[in-house]
Structure formats: C-alpha cells, structure tokens
C-alpha cells in the first residue's frame, strides 16, 4: 500500500489553471504508475490521466486531453496534474491513485490499490 496525500485544489474561473500535487510514500514510487480520478456530485468516479513507473507512457480521458498533462518526478515521489483551460464540468473531488502494476496504464478505478484523500476543484462560470 502507498500512502497519497493531494494538494492543491481550490476555486477557479473558466479558463483558468490549477496545479494539483500528490505525495507519496511506503512504495518504491518508480515501481507505481500513478493515476488521477475525479468524482462529481451525484456520479461515478471517472478517469482522468495516468503515468507508468518510468513516466515514459501517459494516457488521458477523452474529454481532458489538450487541457491537462500528467507529470512525475520519482526522486521526490510526487505527481502532478496541470489543468489549463479549465471548465465548469471539470468540477469535481480529484483523486489522487497508485497501482503497483508499474509497466502499464489502467484507466479502471479497481485497478488501483491505494487512494488519496482527495481535494476539490470548482470551476466558476
């Protein structure tokens, strides 16, 4: 198990940016790809972006893509998500995820074996 602890969330206007950020710890990081999620009111969690181990792989939802980028930096166990652009359907909780299967990308909530506490992110009209 990974211990995951996300910052960064706030209140932001249409067309703004957020950083969020997420320690990690109890795992050797660069063996866990790294996953982010959100959850809306009244909706199931969804997929947002992932990292392999060696940062060298990422993937995207469909509906992120061109606006955030996933980022890693395994000598200081973190991860991060740039979010550019932002909506006020990207109005969500953001969960920060590990999965020990480091070598591949899940965009499966089940997948991941280790949850952060999450941070809200509100995006204004």
């Known amino acids: 198990q990974v211990l995951l602890v996300e910052s960064g969330g706030g209140l932001v206007q249409a067309g703004g940016s957020l950083r969020l950020a997420c320690a990690a710890s109890?795992?050797?990081?660069?063996?866990?790809?790294m996953g982010w999620f959100r959850q809306a009111p009244g909706k199931e969690r969804e997929f947002v972006a992932a990292?392999?181990?060696?940062?060298?792989?990422?993937d995207y939802a469909d509906s992120v893509k061109g606006r955030f980028t996933i980022s890693r930096d395994n000598a200081k166990s973190m991860v991060y998500l740039q979010m550019n652009m932002l909506k006020p359907e990207d109005t969500a909780v953001y969960y920060c995820?590990?999965?020990?299967?480091?070598?591949?990308?899940?965009?499966?909530?089940?997948?991941?074996?280790?949850w952060g506490q999450g941070t809200q992110v509100t995006v204004s009209s």
């Open positions: 995820a590990a999965d020990e299967r480091y070598w591949r990308i899940s965009t499966t909530p089940g997948d991941f074996e280790s």
């Open positions: 990292i392999i181990g060696s940062g060298l792989s990422t």
């Open positions: 109890g795992r050797t990081f660069s063996r866990t790809t």
